[in-house]
């Protein structure tokens, strides 16, 4: 029996009847981290790190039922072993290792291999079944040290403050900008963040991440010269909106691993494109299959059938699920969906 099959609802475990991160609402759910394409709302019961229950609660609603597990931490459902293990993605992310009767498979959820501050680091976990993501899965997608990327963004923060602009950059409210923030020099000047953004930061802060002081943009009239000196934390769905109004001239960027497609670069129609994901590139995927040991490779969302293709030429057993799973979005707070 596979331990985990593709069903209408998502990822099904048959001998511990329940699902990972399903798209449908369903009755038990085990969740990999709270990316809106992984946690959903309307689930009877969540399964999850203790990590990520600031996040879901804040995301979903706080009264969600919600059973939590600490890393490494066991539990035993209907025969199945289920552990959660670090992804190095976001804050509480994690991959779910199962086992039964002898068999062990892990699905990954998202991923990434390089450390950040911001998240436990990635962690391989040895198995028969790995579930992997695809998401940057060509070889075209190779990441430089995310240490340059942040000398980048600081340096073209500074030059706008030069020319007496402010400063704007979009990335994706959950992970994504506390990961931005972490790296930013604060001492450049004041950092303002989007109201589905200012939320989130408290999470983390509260997790013990350091992330520098941040204000409320919404706080912000057009004429305070402030604006100027600024950096502006603010999620992709902001850009052309009324409220990007409020900070007059400026500059803005966006940061994703798409940046690095030009054809990408145009069609967002901002001055910059800084190339940093949360997502393993191509040898981190690579990488972190080979360190699992599995002989048995299934592929989610992304370019399923170049990786699926490639590990078949290294001679693995390997083959795509078809799943609902996408980029991550610009899901707004419970608690705060006025920017």
Partial sequence: MDLVIARPDGLYCPP????????????????THGHG?????????????SGSAGILRARLGADINLQTLEYGEVIDHHGVKLSFHPAGHVLGSAQVRLEYRGEVWVASGDYKVE???TCTPFEPVRCHTFITESTFGLPIYRWRPQAEIFAEVNEWWRANQARGLASV???????????LLHGLDPEIG???AHGAVEPLNRVYREAGIRIPETHYAGDFKKSDPTLRQALIIAPPSAGGSTWIRRFGEHSDAFASGWMMLRGTRRRRGVDRGFVLSDHADWPGLLWAIEQTGAERVMVTHGSVATLVRYLRDQGLDAQGFTT????????????EAQA
């Fill in 169 to 179: 950059l979009y990335s994706y409210a959950f992970g994504k900008a506390q990961r």
């Fill in 37 to 49: 394409d992984h946690a959903r709302v309307g689930n009877g019961h969540y399964l999850a790190t």
């Fill in 190 to 192: 004041p950092i303002l």
């Fill in 324 to 335: 609902e799973y996408g980029e991550e979005d610009d899901t707004p707070v419970a608690t």
């Fill in 16 to 31: 511990g009847d329940f699902y990972i991160d399903p798209w449908h609402p369903v009755e038990r759910s085990v969740i």
């Fill in 115 to 117: 450390p950040d501050g």
